[in-house]
């Protein structure tokens, strides 16, 4: 099926049916919660039912999201009561957190996302690579649908697109996204508030951990992989959460030469988690795939079972080819 016909076979799925239940991935970011207040909130301007789950409470910022509060971690389905279910953001069956696993039984299942690498585990897949964002499908299926666009529907599509976009300073923004974007400013929301609600005050546990961080970069391959690795013991030290790391990989991407900044952190005894940025034409979706990962070209990652020290090596020697292969 072409993506077209996908589209409006999505449309019709959303007109013809009531009770909803809408997914993202664990750890979910603006992208996926704003993609899933987005869906919902045109959703129920359609006189629809919807149900929004993720398996832990949102953290913030992302809970500030207009209608986050809808959001609930208690729900077991009985028989029929739902009749289709919507994953969003989410490009492999096993990022749909524990018990979303179960609940992605509710068929028919629709698939909206943009990641690289896909398993495709919905019955109806709109997947498209060359989005900016998974906002941006919303958007378009939304529109196909015929749902009217509210100013809380446009909050949670600009959300998803600014952030997913970097402000929209990332390659993945296209003439698309400004459109997009453009158009939900007409219709209520604010880029400007937007930025303030996503961007926080940071935590002094946050700061301390970026002192660690900054101290222990290391370069490797003249200086074109930048990697920091974070152990538990230094969030423990800084008394910081795992979100605390967020965009600490941004650091080692500003490095002049870097074309792959990596961050690693400790998520448990031997068990590592990879986020990869690439810099240049290298894809490091493709190096997450080979660690049973994914993701974007751009932006990928992966979380790994062994010791830190075995995990580096390989690592390294698979990302050294593929920037071999570039260099070539
Ligand atoms: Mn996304």
Redesign the pocket.
């Known amino acids: 099926m072409n993506q077209e016909k996908i589209m409006s076979s999505i449309a019709r799925l959303l007109k013809e049916n009531r009770r909803f239940l809408l997914l993202t991935h664990k750890d979910p ?1 603006a ?2 919660i704003g ?1 899933m207040l987005a869906m919902a909130k045109a959703l129920q301007n359609a006189e629809k039912e919807v149900v929004l789950f993720t398996e832990r409470p949102v953290l913030a910022p992302v809970n500030l999201l207009q209608g986050s509060e809808k959001i609930i971690q208690d729900f077991a389905p009985k028989n029929g009561e739902i009749d289709v279910t919507i994953v969003l ?1 989410c490009g492999d069956k096993d990022r749909v957190g524990g018990r979303e696993e179960h609940l992605i039984r509710c068929r028919p299942v629709i698939n909206i ?3 690289e690498v896909h398993d495709l585990f919905g019955d109806y897949n709109l997947v498209d690579p060359k989005s900016s ?3 941006e499908l919303v958007y378009r299926v939304i529109k196909e649908a015929g749902f009217p666009i509210d100013a809380d529907v446009a909050e949670n599509i600009l959300a ?1 697109i600014q952030t ?1 976009t970097g402000s929209f300073r990332y390659d993945n923004t296209t003439s698309a996204s400004f459109r997009i974007a453009a158009e939900m400013m007409e219709m209520g929301a604010s880029p400007r508030q937007i930025f303030l609600k996503m961007t926080e005050e940071y935590s002094l546990p946050r700061i301390k951990l970026l002192e660690m961080a900054l101290g222990v970069m290391e370069f490797y391959k003249e200086g074109r992989i930048g990697m920091v690795t974070l152990s538990a013991e230094m969030f423990e030290k800084c008394k910081a959460q795992p979100e605390d790391s967020d965009k600490f990989v941004d650091y080692l991407r500003s490095v002049s030469g870097v074309e792959m900044a990596v961050l690693v952190r400790e998520t448990g005894k031997d068990c590592y988690k990879f986020s990869m940025r690439s810099n240049s034409t290298v894809n490091v979706a493709r190096l997450a795939c080979l660690f049973g990962g994914g993701g ?1 070209a751009k932006a990928a990652g992966f979380e790994c079972h062994r010791s830190i020290g075995a995990l580096k090596k390989d690592f390294l020697k698979e990302a050294g080819r593929l920037l071999g292969d570039i260099s070539n």
Request: net charge negative; charged share 35%; aromatic share 0%.
């Open positions: 970011d992208d996926g993609s953001d996302d943009h990641h964002s998974t906002g998803a997913d974007h």
